[in-house]
């Protein structure tokens, strides 16, 4: 059974500029979250979707955005990148609200 | 944004020791999860809680669901190197109608061959 995939793993941009990173759920996982990670702040929930539906979202700017597709891929796109954006970006599925995450492997996102 | 407060922060220990850490929370949840994260990697989960005062184990791990519901517990038994991580706790309550989970801020493990 493949994992969650996340693409690209790494990433480089620079300020100003906008950013769209991918998520694959496992196969009959139908919810998607999206946790942003850095040194300093841990693990910070960024939304989620389920039936391409927003459940959930959690306290970032409107530059920070998402949507699920029908198959349950998911994307989050962040426009206008700070310094501050730079962090790794986790991509969370499950089956069902009550069931722990299965994570990606991030992609390490670096604004310069 | 809310998080869980875990701890230690961090820790060295021994090869062969046992390890503790726990993680609270002001407010009740109703699952606890416990996660290990290696490296330039996603958090992989370790141990699923889902009931007060619930233990289970995983191999050397042993997790406890706290009975007030608002602390959890992790114990690593007979340490040895590959056990170096950060492991998280989350939690998560359906008084607001969601599943959201929270993370606790992690503890750092380093084992001493």
């Known amino acids: 059974k493949a994992g969650v995939t996340q693409t690209p793993r790494y990433l480089i941009k620079t300020r100003g500029q906008q950013v769209t990173l991918s998520c694959s759920p496992i196969?009959?996982?139908?919810?998607v979250s999206w946790y942003q990670q850095t040194p300093g702040q841990g693990l910070q929930f960024l939304f989620e979707?389920?039936?391409?539906?927003?459940?959930n979202k959690g306290n970032f700017p409107g530059r920070f955005s998402g949507r699920q597709f029908s198959n349950s891929r998911s994307e989050m796109n962040v426009s206008t990148l700070e310094l501050g954006d730079s962090a790794l970006y986790l991509c969370?599925?499950?089956?069902?609200?009550?069931?722990?995450?299965?994570f990606g492997s991030g992609t390490r996102l670096t604004v310069v | 944004g809310q998080q869980l407060n875990q701890s230690p922060q961090s820790m060295f220990i021994q090869e062969g020791e046992d390890v503790s850490m726990n993680c609270t929370s002001s407010s009740i949840f109703n699952t606890w999860l416990w996660y290990k994260q290696d490296p330039g990697e996603g958090p992989v989960l370790l141990i699923a809680l889902y009931k007060a005062g619930e233990l289970t184990s995983n191999g050397r791990l042993t997790a406890q669901f706290g009975i007030t519901r608002k602390d959890s517990f992790l114990n690593i038994s007979a340490s040895i190197p590959s056990d170096v991580g950060i492991y998280f706790c989350a939690g998560s309550s359906t008084t607001s109608g969601t599943y959201k989970y929270i993370f606790g801020t992690g503890t750092r493990l380093k084992v001493l061959a």
């Open positions: 979707y389920f039936s391409e539906t927003q459940r």
């Open positions: 196969s009959g996982h139908r919810s």
């Open positions: 969370a599925t499950r089956t069902g609200a009550n069931y722990g995450y299965t």
